[in-house]
């Protein structure tokens, strides 16, 4: 990396890594952006939309839409403050170009409407700053494209997405595959639109950009700045809210599909849906650092979701709708040769016991700071209490969506606990038809027989399932978060220190567990799992640690890429990036250990759940 901050473009295999690409958005569609100038990953209009690019998934025919100046060498990337505006310097032997790229909103956005606030266009601003470049422009989309010039630019039919783009420029393009000559001080405006006409004069997409940051920095203004790391705080909050379909309040896992948590490996998922648990953890981070309105929009939408589903699934659509069945891309070489590529999701039809609590979590935090539940969807909750009554007896996937056979896991046995304990409090405190007495005294029981079943005297720990035989599990350390075992009881202070002994993958790093001892039906390794991690700094401020929990807590914060983001994986050797990108809950982990630990700092308890009426 030079004095500017440029650092040289590296590939592997013929692909960027993942941490340096930035994310763009606008509460509907998704795009991400190379520190090469190009967008390799595109799904418009909507998240699960069949990507217009997906270079990164395969170089040669995944498409991408390319602005880069050739003999590119270095290259260096940041988002205008507080925003999802983002910019890219990218160096030359002869000259330096900046490329501005956003999501338009439109003017006057405010982004805690649940109306659409993007006009359905890609600006891309290019600027020389300095020298003289020849600019390539290629505009490719996945699959066979019609392209036509007409008067107001090329317009391309994509049959493959059931997609129309237009192509507007500030000068005239010889064509979709071309390169044009710049000199410093000259501009170029380019919009990508696919939902009606946008500006493309370079005055008209500076305003539009100008527009577009002011609306995101006038929403990020609201997220709190008194915890640790505040700018990354903020910034997990950006890429949040770009993961929020404004219109309901659903919030996707991540933006993109198949990126794998081993290279050359199978574990590859398609993430761009919403999962019923991470309502649960992502309202609590939100509400918490001045986002209301997000928090209650995603419980709105779980809560509406669950009431009129068939049975409680595990994941839906943004429209909470059962996602496309789930289906191998044979097409697509994958990520770094990382086959095979999949569009849908097969967990969506799994058996998962915790999905009970987090639905009765939500409803408990949805009451709990002023919204009302309807008779009919207690009755609803209602009933999904009662079949946690007995579902953790038999075995489930679990959190991590093993492809083996099932087991009783002790994370799904202790969110039916959650759902017990979250109706006992709702009918007392609401005086809501139901049988609180029991539902406490079961909640009660169960915690006691998890303590007891889960317990392995051996190894001196809880571990993944209830019964012997158990190996290590991560997910044992959002417990305390649950409110399930007090983070400092015996069995779970021995736990965190197993976890943080066996489990380490170095770094301060976790495995979320060992597939050798913990069979999940893949028989890979994988990469370290952040949120785990930052479970792990919750628990040690929970115990007292605090000075362990603000060191940890600083290590991981240093994984994060230039620009903030954080993958669901990262591999332990390198410090690479894997799995999915950017995910959401791994940001939601930073942001609850920020909070925690900004309490802790102003010598409050640290608040492992939501504390209200806990009492």
């Given amino acids: 990396?030079?004095?500017?901050?440029?650092?040289?473009?590296?590939?592997?295999?013929?692909?960027?890594?993942?941490?340096?690409?930035?994310?763009?958005?606008?509460?509907?569609?998704?795009?991400?952006?190379?520190?090469?100038?190009?967008?390799?990953?595109?799904?418009?209009?909507?998240?699960?939309?069949?990507?217009?690019?997906?270079?990164?998934?395969?170089?040669?025919?995944?498409?991408?839409?390319?602005?880069?100046?050739?003999?590119?060498?270095?290259?260096?990337?940041?988002?205008?403050?507080?925003?999802?505006?983002?910019?890219?310097?990218?160096?030359?032997?002869?000259?330096?170009?900046?490329?501005?790229?956003?999501?338009?909103?439109?003017?006057?956005?405010?982004?805690?409407?649940?109306?659409?606030?993007?006009?359905?266009?890609?600006?891309?601003?290019?600027?020389?700053?300095?020298?003289?470049?020849?600019?390539?422009?290629?505009?490719?989309?996945?699959?066979?494209?019609?392209?036509?010039?007409?008067s107001d630019g090329w317009h391309l039919d994509c049959p493959h997405q059931g997609i129309s783009l237009r192509l507007g420029s500030s000068r005239p393009l010889p064509g979709c595959d071309c390169t044009l000559p710049m000199h410093s001080g000259e501009k170029l405006a380019l919009t990508l639109s696919w939902d009606g006409p946008v500006p493309t004069s370079v005055e008209e997409v500076d305003t539009a950009l100008e527009d577009t940051a002011r609306a995101w920095r006038h929403w990020s203004a609201h997220v709190v700045r008194d915890v640790p790391r505040a700018e990354l705080v903020r910034r997990s909050a950006i890429t949040l809210k770009l993961l929020d379909h404004l219109e309901n309040g659903a919030m996707i896992a991540a933006p993109t599909s198949s990126l794998p948590e081993r290279i050359g490996g199978s574990r590859n998922w398609d993430y761009r849906y919403t999962w019923i648990r991470d309502a649960a953890y992502a309202v609590f981070a939100l509400r918490r650092i001045g986002l209301p309105m997000e928090a209650g929009g995603f419980l709105h939408w779980a809560l509406t979701t669950a009431q009129w589903s068939d049975r409680p699934r595990v994941l839906y659509d943004v429209d909470g709708r059962l996602p496309q069945p789930e289906t191998v891309d044979e097409q697509l070489a994958g990520y770094r040769s990382s086959a095979p590529v999949r569009w849908g999701n097969a967990a969506a039809e799994q058996i998962q016991h915790d999905v009970y609590g987090e639905i009765l979590d939500c409803a408990f935090q949805w009451t709990a700071t002023g919204g009302r539940l309807g008779s009919s969807l207690w009755q609803r909750l209602s009933v999904l209490t009662e079949q946690a009554r007995h579902a953790w007896r038999t075995p489930d996937r679990g959190i991590w969506e093993v492809r083996t056979a099932g087991r009783p896991f002790t994370y799904s046995a202790a969110m039916c606990q959650v759902a017990l304990d979250r109706a006992a409090r709702l009918v007392n405190r609401l005086n809501l038809p139901g049988d609180a007495e029991t539902w406490a005294k079961e909640a009660s029981r169960l915690t006691d027989h998890i303590l007891r079943e889960a317990w392995d005297d051996d190894t001196g720990?809880?571990?993944?399932?209830?019964?012997?035989?158990?190996?290590?599990?991560?997910?044992?350390?959002?417990?305390?978060?649950?409110?399930?075992?007090?983070?400092?009881?015996?069995?779970?202070?021995?736990?965190?220190?197993?976890?943080?002994?066996?489990?380490?993958?170095?770094?301060?790093?976790?495995?979320?567990?060992?597939?050798?001892?913990?069979?999940?039906?893949?028989?890979?390794?994988?990469?370290?799992?952040?949120?785990?991690?930052?479970?792990?700094?919750?628990?040690?401020?929970?115990?007292?640690?605090?000075?362990?929990?603000?060191?940890?807590?600083?290590?991981?914060?240093?994984?994060?890429?230039?620009?903030?983001?954080?993958?669901?994986?990262?591999?332990?050797?390198?410090?690479?990036?894997?799995?999915?990108?950017?995910?959401?809950?791994?940001?939601?982990?930073?942001?609850?250990?920020?909070?925690?630990?900004?309490?802790?700092?102003?010598?409050?308890?640290?608040?492992?759940?939501?504390?209200?009426?806990?009492?």
């Fill in 1 to 150: 990396m030079d004095s500017n901050g440029l650092k040289r473009l590296e590939q592997r295999d013929g692909y960027l890594p993942i941490e340096d690409h930035g994310l763009l958005g606008d509460g509907r569609g998704s795009a991400l952006v190379g520190r090469d100038g190009a967008v390799d990953f595109m799904c418009v209009p909507r998240f699960d939309s069949a990507p217009v690019f997906c270079g990164l998934l395969d170089h040669r025919r995944g498409g991408q839409f390319l602005i880069a100046p050739k003999d590119l060498h270095s290259s260096r990337q940041w988002y205008m403050d507080d925003t999802a505006v983002l910019v890219t310097r990218i160096q030359t032997p002869t000259g330096v170009v900046e490329v501005t790229d956003a999501f338009l909103l439109r003017p006057g956005a405010v982004l805690t409407e649940d109306d659409p606030a993007g006009v359905g266009a890609l600006a891309r601003r290019v600027h020389v700053i300095a020298g003289s470049v020849d600019l390539r422009v290629l505009l490719r989309p996945r699959g066979d494209v019609r392209t036509e010039r007409q």
């Fill in 461 to 615: 720990t809880l571990t993944e399932h209830l019964g012997p035989g158990g190996g290590l599990d991560a997910s044992l350390l959002a417990l305390p978060l649950r409110r399930v075992v007090p983070a400092d009881h015996p069995r779970m202070v021995a736990t965190t220190r197993a976890m943080a002994s066996r489990l380490d993958a170095g770094g301060g790093l976790l495995h979320r567990y060992l597939p050798e001892l913990s069979p999940d039906g893949l028989d890979q390794p994988e990469g370290a799992f952040v949120l785990c991690s930052f479970w792990l700094v919750d628990n040690l401020a929970g115990q007292g640690r605090t000075d362990e929990a603000s060191e940890l807590f600083e290590r991981l914060c240093s994984y994060a890429s230039p620009l903030g983001l954080l993958s669901e994986e990262i591999d332990p050797g390198t410090g690479a990036f894997l799995g999915n990108f950017p995910q959401a809950l791994s940001h939601v982990g930073l942001i609850s250990s920020a909070v925690v630990l900004g309490r802790v700092n102003r010598g409050v308890r640290p608040e492992l759940s939501t504390h209200a009426w806990f009492s």
